[in-house]
């Protein structure tokens, strides 16, 4: 009998090509580091294409933005995207501090693209994700790229700092509502200014702030932005000393580098005052006039407990407080601001100031209201559209809501 065996196919088996991306990124917008840019894209480009066993998946690239978060790098957030997608195997960076300078971000993006089976290779530090000591590595130098943004930040704020107390600062902030920026000083921009004069000389004058932005409104006046005015552009404007031509300097600064949170300085930094360092729009008597009114304004405001309290918990504006006589007597309630501003409503409840007060007491356990005790302890009460008052407090006690039962009795839900 004939032997018979079996020949068996040789059909090569080919490995996989990986589908790899690179990412790049530089922080600030200069023609060098445009120039730095290109070449990253281009090498990178290069660098995947001429692999045999790579796909190349594209190289993506931020211009102009910062590495300490990622919030706002488009093009960081869209590799992600397409990590998450499937079309990505391996993402090359040129080192840490590329990929990001906040360590918390860092070892989160690495950590996700890990769990969806990306590997990213760091080069300056010769660093692959997927390795044994990997995450480790990252970890101690991500914290020596965060540090090093500290250490960029205040040599930064060193300098910009004594530009302040030399005074020789130039404009930063070149959007001002009256003037515009010529890259040397602030120029009088005339539509614009005629619109400040008529805001201070109304205010001057006495008129109400909901009447004069009435006839903004009427006007068609726009604030830089192009938005109708409201009560802070109001208040921001009339409180601006670049108006009679001068400058405070460091109003406000960055607390932390890497959240990049700017908060007001209320004496925390020294401030510098440059007087008559461009032209002014208005003059020095008719501003000093207008702070005395504000200061007048404020102090009236702060006689009444409830004002910054209370929110409406149907838009989130504020309350204000309303006067009405009925029958020669006079009535104080509090409504949503958004009542107050032409074009705007809001159907949330009015509350009376008396009823407030009823109902404070009541939480507090006081027989009855007392505003230095009530100042003290309540931080906010929002309002809700079914005139239930949910109150929060400053030591950090459970919040309380109230409910109206009847005419005008707050129950505890």
């Not at 950590?111 to 044994?132: A, D, P, T, Y």
């Not at 000591?133 to 700092?161: P, T």
């Not at 515009?180 to 009088?188: A, I, P, Q, S």
Request: hydrophobic share 35%; charged share 30%; net charge positive.
């Amino acid at each position: 009998m004939a032997k018979v065996s079996k020949i068996e196919p040789k059909i090569p088996v080919f490995k996989q090509r990986r589908k790899v991306a690179a990412y790049a990124r530089v922080s600030m917008e200069t023609d060098r580091l445009a120039h730095s840019l290109s070449a990253q894209v281009s090498y990178y480009s290069d660098l995947i294409q001429a692999n045999p066993a790579w796909d190349f998946a594209g190289v993506y690239a931020d211009f102009g933005i910062s590495g300490t978060g990622t919030a706002k790098r488009r093009e960081f957030n869209r590799l992600i995207a397409d990590c998450e997608a499937g079309k990505i195997n391996i993402v090359l960076t040129k080192s840490i501090s590329r990929f990001a300078r906040n360590t918390v971000d860092l070892l989160s993006a690495v950590r996700h693209l890990k769990e969806i089976g990306v590997e990213v290779w760091f080069e300056k530090e010769n660093i692959h994700s997927f390795s044994g000591d990997g995450e480790l590595m990252l970890s101690i130098l991500a914290s020596f790229a965060q540090e090093e943004v500290r250490s960029l930040s205040e040599n930064s704020k060193w300098g910009i700092r004594k530009t302040y107390r030399d005074g020789t600062d130039g404009v930063r902030n070149k959007k001002v509502l009256g003037y515009r920026y010529d890259g040397g000083t602030y120029v009088v921009k005339g539509d614009e200014a005629e619109v400040v004069k008529y805001i201070f000389e109304r205010t001057a004058a006495g008129v109400a702030a909901s009447d004069i932005l009435t006839e903004l409104k009427r006007r068609g006046a726009k604030s830089w932005r192009g938005y109708d005015f409201t009560y802070s552009h109001l208040n921001a404007i009339l409180k601006n000393e670049i108006y009679i031509g001068d400058r405070r300097l460091q109003k406000c600064y960055v607390a932390d580098p890497i959240k990049h949170n700017k908060v007001k300085n209320r004496g925390e930094l020294p401030q510098y005052y440059i007087a008559d360092c461009h032209e002014p729009i208005i003059d020095r008597e008719t501003f000093t006039k207008v702070q005395d009114i504000l200061k007048e304004r404020a102090e009236a405001v702060r006689a009444y407990p409830f004002t910054g309290k209370i929110k409406c918990g149907v838009c989130g504006h504020p309350f204000t407080r309303k006067k009405d006589r009925c029958r020669g007597k006079t009535y104080a309630r509090w409504i949503c601001r958004r009542k107050k501003e032409t074009g705007t409503t809001c159907s949330n409840v009015n509350l009376g100031e008396k009823e407030l007060e009823q109902a404070s007491a009541q939480i507090l356990g006081l027989d009855v209201f007392d505003k230095e005790i009530f100042g003290e302890r309540v931080r906010e009460i929002t309002v809700w559209q079914d005139g239930s008052l949910q109150f929060r407090f400053f030591d950090g006690s459970p919040e309380c809501c109230f409910r109206e039962e009847g005419a005008k009795v707050w129950q505890k839900m």
